[in-house]
T-cell receptor
Framework: SQTIHQWPATLVQPVGSPLSLECTVEGTSNPNLYWYRQAAGRGLQLLFYSVGIGQISSEVPQNLSASRPQDRQFILSSKKLLLSDSGFYLC???????????FGPGTRLTVL | SQQGEEDPQALSIQEGENATMNCSYKTSINNLQWYRQNSGRGLVHLILIRSNEREKHSGRLRVTLDTSKKSSSLLITASRAADTASYFCATDEGAQKLVFGQGTRLTINP
């Protein structure tokens, strides 16, 4: 069976500090991978998606970046966090481009 | 861009009643999906309905799709306290990605 992991579960960081969130998928190969951000009580905003190693599509211009160094690993990074980067970050994977998405447990990021 | 929009934003009903949530979208789709999110958790897929389907059932869930009106509804019958969650619709926007609505927060009162 397939599983998706995210860590850390929670993170409190000062403004201007770097960020690295990791997402890994087990039990499948060549998944499409996604990073979303969710503000409190709101819907999901797609940040990045990837259809293969080294292939990253950015949806929203911002100070965040994503990388896919391995088939089942997706990393969200920032060199300098802003207050507005606070939120709930969700990673997801799917077998097909517009099929069912499987979500990780999320990372709650608070920037102070 | 925001494709799907749920209505109402919040819904509170008594346990045992039926809950209906609606979703409207703007462009042509291949399929529409509904997801549930418990507070502070990831989303869980509930049901997918294709553009050539009009109705689909899964347990206590019933989803309808009206492509002429660009709308869908999710009905949860005989609601339970455990159904308390946020519910999101998602539509495909071109290839390789889904667009999620803002969600309906459903509260089931015992």
């Amino acid at each position: 069976s397939q599983t998706i992991h995210q860590w850390p579960a929670t993170l409190v960081q000062p403004v201007g500090s770097p960020l690295s969130l990791e997402c890994t998928v087990e039990g499948t190969s060549n998944p499409n991978l996604y990073w979303y951000r969710q503000a409190a009580g709101r819907g999901l905003q797609l940040l990045f998606y990837s259809v293969g190693i080294g292939q990253i599509s950015s949806e929203v211009p911002q100070n965040l970046s994503a990388s896919r160094p391995q088939d089942r690993q997706f990393i969200l990074s920032s060199k300098k966090l802003l207050l507005s980067d606070s939120g709930f970050y969700l990673c997801a994977w799917t077998r097909t481009s517009v099929g069912e998405q499987f979500f990780g447990p999320g990372t709650r990021l608070t920037v102070l | 861009s925001q494709q799907g929009e749920e209505d109402p934003q919040a819904l509170s009903i008594q346990e045992g009643e039926n809950a209906t949530m609606n979703c409207s979208y703007k462009t042509s789709i291949n399929n529409l999906q509904w997801y549930r999110q418990n507070s502070g958790r990831g989303l869980v897929h509930l049901i997918l309905i294709r553009s050539n389907e009009r109705e689909k059932h899964s347990g206590r869930l019933r989803v309808t799709l009206d492509t002429s009106k660009k709308s869908s509804s999710l009905l949860i019958t005989a609601s339970r306290a455990a159904d308390t969650a946020s519910y999101f619709c998602a539509t495909d926007e071109g290839a390789q990605k889904l667009v999620f609505g803002q969600g309906t927060r459903l509260t089931i009162n015992p």
